[in-house]
């Protein structure tokens, strides 16, 4: 069974551009969750969608936005980054039950 | 809202020695479900191990378990036998009962672990 695959791998952008981050969750997964890990931090919620609606978001501007398409893939958008928007970005699927499987992010880099 | 402490931000061990990492959490939930996950340098955050707040017993998993005081609310971990490959970030992690199936997770700040050989 593949996992959860998140791409690209690596993301530089300068400030004031606009990211798009990209997640495919495990087959049959329908909830997909984005976290932000900044440097040496713990891992802050970003958004929560699940059977294509957004469920949930975190204390983050509206600038950071996303979508769950029909197949469950998820995409996270960040508008007019800013410095402070380097970190690693961490996918996770889950399905109806508490195991929630992670992918190995995508690192933004900001200059 | 819920919060999660991780109150270790580094913690050593020598190889093959116990080591217990601490995680108090906040909340007004009576079911709830507490993890730890693991996250060596690749990134991949691994889950280590699960317990269910309604369960009285503490999960165990080979060299891991946990002390899990739901009055307490605390949530620690420990881990026999260390191993060079244990080494990581160790985050402890909340997450409610959900009504209808999925729910978010709810992270502490994480614990770093290193191993001494």
């Known amino acids: 069974e593949a996992g959860v695959t998140q791409s690209p791998t690596h993301l530089i952008k300068t400030r004031g551009q606009q990211a798009t981050l990209r997640c495919s969750p495990i087959?049959?997964?329908?909830?997909v969750y984005w976290y932000q890990q900044a440097l040496g931090l713990g891992l802050q919620f970003l958004l929560w969608y699940d059977e294509g609606e957004e469920r949930n978001r975190g204390n983050f501007p509206p600038r950071f936005s996303g979508r769950q398409f029909p197949n469950y893939s998820s995409e996270l958008n960040v508008n007019a980054l800013e410095l402070e928007d380097s970190a690693l970005y961490l996918c996770?699927?889950?399905?109806?039950?508490?195991?929630?499987?992670f992918g190995s992010g995508t690192r933004l880099t900001v200059v | 809202a819920q919060t999660v402490t991780q109150s270790q931000p580094e913690m050593s061990v020598q190889e093959a020695e116990t080591v217990t990492l601490s995680c108090t959490y906040d909340t007004s939930e009576s079911d709830y479900y507490l993890f730890w996950y693991k996250q060596p340098p690749s990134r991949q955050m691994i889950l280590v191990i699960r317990?269910?707040?309604?369960?009285?017993q503490n999960a165990t998993e080979n060299r891991f378990s946990v002390n899990f005081q739901k009055a307490a609310k605390s949530f620690s971990l420990k881990i026999s036998d260390s191993q060079l490959g244990d080494a990581a970030m160790y985050f402890c992690a909340y997450r409610k009962e959900a009504n209808f199936g999925n729910e978010k997770l709810t992270f502490g700040t994480g614990t770093r672990l290193t191993i001494i050989p």
């Open positions: 317990q269910e707040a309604y369960k009285q």
């Open positions: 996770a699927s889950s399905f109806a039950s508490y195991g929630y499987t």
């Open positions: 087959s049959g997964h329908t909830s």
